[in-house]
Structure formats: C-alpha cells, structure tokens
C-alpha cells in the first residue's frame, strides 16, 4: 500500500543556516502534499498544501518566505526551513494523498534540531 | 472554536481489555470525514480508521472500530483487546467536505499495562 518517504529522518543545524526535508511518495503519484509541524506533546498543525506544480497554500501565520516548499513532480516535495533558528526545532511530517485515495498517508517524519 | 476535541489526554487500559478513546467534533459541513491515526515513540503517523459522514455503518478494521453518532458528532475509537504495542498517542482527525485538509485533535495517550 501507500508509502512515504522522508529525508532526512533527523537533522541538526545551526542557527542561521538552511535545511532542506524531502517528501516522498514511493508507490503513488501524490497531487497533494501537505507539511505538518508538531512540538513535543503536542498535535500535529498543518503549515501548508502544495499542489504539484502550483504554489504551496500557507496556513495563516506561517510564514512562506521562511518555510519554502516546491512540489516539482508528482513523487516529491520539499520543504526548505531558511535562516533556521532555535525555535524552528520541531517534529516536521508530510504527507501524500494521490487522486484515488481518500486517505492521507504520513511520513515517517524528519526531527529538526536547530542549535 | 476548537474543531477536533478529545478529552483525555491520557487513559491506562489492561492488556486484553477493551478501551474507548472519546473524539467530538463542530463542523457545519454535511460532507465529512473522520480519521483516526496512531502515532507511537517512533513518531509516524499510522492510519487505523476511517468513517464518512454519509456512511451508514460503523466502521471497522480488525480490532479497530469507530463509534460513530452522527447528532452527538462524536467519532470514538474502540480498541478491543488491547496489545502491550497498542500504547502510543492517538489523534482523531477530521476533513471537512469543502477543503482538503485535516484537522486534528490533542491526542490521547494510551498505556496498555500487563
């Protein structure tokens, strides 16, 4: 069934530099990715849609010029966090959903740590 | 006005018992549906269960099954025999007919206990 994959599983950086999560879908072309962020002990909030080949759809206050998010192809999507800072350290999944399927399916997740 | 409520942010259940963990939810769509995921230590988010709004019966998936009341909008997950494996953090999830997007809940915690 379904599989998603992300890249990197976790990552530390330092504050200041960029890092870029890879979302993909491995078995299914996904028109939609969504990006979600989840703080410890907490539920995950979407940050935004991204359609392949279109802009990404921002949730209100998330900031598009910091999280950049390009959906190039039908099996991938990246989310760039730019002039990452500490209180960018979060959990961060994707997930895909193709045109035939009512469900979303998750990544694994990617584990940021900004230091 | 929160979309997704659920209630209990932990619950403890023995092994081979049964649990419900609750979910309400506040939309004015006629077209919706419900989703419940899992989501251990590790952190993905696995797929259990899934009731439309339109959807007659209730859901089911092996051990997995969805209360669904439709006038109370409560969509309560039912896990019947437990497993030691069964214990991770549990979001019920809902994606109104008109977007594509999901909402979801705090989360409940379970711990299943030999």
């Known amino acids: 069934g379904a599989v998603v994959s992300q890249h990197p599983s976790w990552v530390i950086c330092k504050s200041g530099t960029s890092v870029k999560i890879e979302c993909r879908s491995l078995?299914?072309?996904?028109?939609?990715m969504f990006w979600y962020r989840q703080f410890p002990k907490q539920s995950l909030m979407l940050m935004a849609t991204?359609?392949?080949?279109?802009?990404?759809?921002?949730e209100q206050g998330v900031e598009k010029d910091k999280f950049l998010i390009n959906h190039a192809s039908l099996t991938l999507s990246t989310l760039t966090v730019t002039s990452a800072h500490p209180e960018d350290s979060s959990f961060y999944i994707c997930?895909?959903?193709?045109?035939?399927?009512?469900?979303?399916?998750f990544g694994p997740g990617t584990r940021l740590t900004v230091t | 006005a929160q979309k997704i409520t659920q209630t209990q942010p932990g619950m403890f259940v023995q092994e081979k018992e049964a649990v419900t963990l609750d979910c309400t939810y506040d939309?004015?769509?006629?077209?919706?549906?419900l989703f419940w995921y899992k989501q251990p230590s590790s952190g993905e988010m696995i797929f259990l269960i899934y009731?439309?709004?339109?959807?007659?019966q209730n859901a089911t998936e092996g051990r997995y099954s969805l209360n669904f009341q439709k006038a109370r909008k409560s969509a309560n997950l039912v896990i019947s025999a437990s497993q030691l494996g069964d214990s991770a953090m549990y979001f019920c999830?809902?994606?109104?007919?008109?977007?594509?997007?999901?909402?979801f809940g705090t989360g409940t915690r379970l711990q299943v206990f030999p």
């Open positions: 997930s895909a959903r193709g045109t035939d399927l009512y469900e979303q399916y």
């Open positions: 078995d299914f072309q996904a028109t939609t």
């Open positions: 991204s359609n392949e080949g279109s802009k990404a759809t921002y």
């Open positions: 939309t004015s769509d006629q077209s919706y549906g």
């Open positions: 009731q439309g709004s339109y959807d007659e």
């Open positions: 999830a809902m994606r109104e007919g008109s977007t594509d997007k999901l909402i």
